[in-house]
């Protein structure tokens, strides 16, 4: 992704924009962590909404302790334009912090803390401008999308999507504030990734030709894996606007063994494929998955019957990919102010407003994606300053 010109860092927000840093310090003082509940946040941001007059409807999950919200500020009876974010953050153990991660701090023009960057520095903007939208004569509505579980699979926005589906709503397209640095984002990977177990037959050492070594059938199933990603890169199909141009797959978790002296009998395996448009993430992870089954697996079972493997799906999302002049494009660009667009390695929920809801999509936020997930989080009180232009272009845009 090409870097897109940044602002001047000491700009600072409008006076009347203060209320976006002021939201998000509430925001951000919510633990959203994904093994956390996020329904503090989602009851602040729904009371806040209703009591600038927009509609909101909550789409809870099976469990009862988290929740969507769908927001709607102008005419509810014709498609309008969503902005997209999600509640959730990553964990913060294990990360030397300078500041508190769930206190808002700012330094010379740095707004430090947990999300800024990864995504809440987007909501609090757009919740900053609800009561422009609420008082301006949208001739479209405008809507916010809050979702969760972003960070574990893009889980949240799956029901949200579906009840959207269910109610016949088909918004004319959906800007995911995910941190581009305000670049118009075209695309992004789709991801599969699965845990694979393997159970083999444990032995002494001393007698290994006894037992089934999972250890070493999962290496076999590591080497199909780096075999697969490096004909990839090789050979696969190319889209040089990502910085990373080709299809990627990996292993990147191996938990095997209990003692040097000791045939291991189970071996678990973490892999992925990250995939441009040209290529499909599930069906190259089925590939692979099917040299495990028709050629590993029969071996095992020929020494020992009991054994095989175990497949846990634990990730899969589709990538997007817009055409750079799509009219959805061109709006985000006229809004931004940019006339180039970029794509992205990272995953985002765009491809699933796009591929489970047939709403037209980009990503476009304000942060940085290497500042996220990392000690001292930041997001610049520029670039919510230009976020804020964006959204208020959108609120003229759908006066019209």
Known sequence: MTPS?????????????????????????????SSATNLP???????????????VERVVDGTGEKAALWITVGPADRP??????????????????????????EVDGRLYGRGTSDMKGFLAVCLAL???????????????????????GCLGVRPLIAHL??????????????????????????????????????????????????VEYAARFIDRVRLTAEGLARDGARDDLYDVPHTTGLTALVQGGTALNIVPDRCTVGFEFRAIAADDPRGLADAVLAYANDVLVPEMQARDPACGIAVEPVIDYPGLDIAPDAPLVTLAKRLAGRNGHAKVSYGTEAGLFQSLGGIPSVVI???????????????????LAECAGFVRRLIAESCA
């Open 80 to 105: 309008g334009y969503v902005l997209s974010g999600h509640s959730d953050v990553v964990q913060v153990e294990g990360q030397d912090w300078t500041h508190d991660p769930f206190r808002l701090t």
């Open 165 to 214: 589906r269910a109610r016949g709503i088909a918004p004319l397209g959906c800007f995911v504030g995910e941190p581009t640095g305000m670049a118009v984002v075209t695309g992004h990977k789709g991801k599969y990734g699965a845990k694979v177990t393997f159970r083999g037959r444990a032995c002494h050492s001393a007698l290994a030709p006894a037992g089934v070594n999972a």
């Open 130 to 152: 609800l009561p422009e939208m609420a008082a301006a004569p949208l001739a479209r509505p405008l809507h916010l999308a809050v979702s969760y579980d972003e960070e574990v």
């Open 41 to 55: 946040l989602v009851d602040f941001v729904e009371a806040y909404c209703r009591r600038h007059g927009a509609a």
């Open 5 to 33: 010109p940044r602002p001047d860092p000491k700009v600072l927000l409008d006076p009347k924009d203060h209320l976006a840093t002021e939201l998000l310090a509430t925001l951000v003082g919510f633990e959203t962590v």
């Open 365 to 383: 936020g304000p942060g940085d994606i290497a500042r996220a997930h990392k000690a001292d989080e930041y997001v610049e009180t520029a670039e």
